[in-house]
């Protein structure tokens, strides 16, 4: 891919403000989710986007659809499966896994980085020759996604937070690819 890829991690939910790990629950956006998805239009407006992909979890659509898209709905762009710890918080998790952490553990029952890091590479490879790609994802993923652009194992994603709304800009300098802008 020539152009940019621009992540940005769908708004915030009731569980995101709560910590919660959602992965499959379909949650739509809390009112304060709806008002910040909206304040992203002025922002992604100047540009043009060869592409406009999303995940398929509501929270996600409703973020592009509120900044001003009507994205293609692409499957790899969906949450980092959490399996038995879908709704808990990392809290929660180490009361019965102490030193619990997603990115060396994974989930029981869902994904590991390994997995989300292999979706990710689908997701890249899908990427059109020419154009920036505009992509609505999720916290961990776009975290994978991003390591992976980068060329870092997917577990190397933990670098990389992203608040909800957040936008991340990757591209290139000198053939490499980069880390344009984050947050």
Known sequence: MSGELVIVRHSDTEWSANGRHTSVTDLPLSDAGVEHAAALAPRLAERTFAAVWSSPRRRALQTAQLAGFEPLVREG??????????????EQIRESRPGWDIWRDGCPGGEDAVAAGARADEVLAALPAEGDVLVFSHGHFSRVLTARWLGLDAAQGALFLLPPTGIGVLGHEHERRVLRSWG
Do not use: A, D, F, Q
């Open 77 to 90: 762009l969906r949450e980092w499966e959490y399996g038995e710890y879908e709704g808990l918080t990392t």
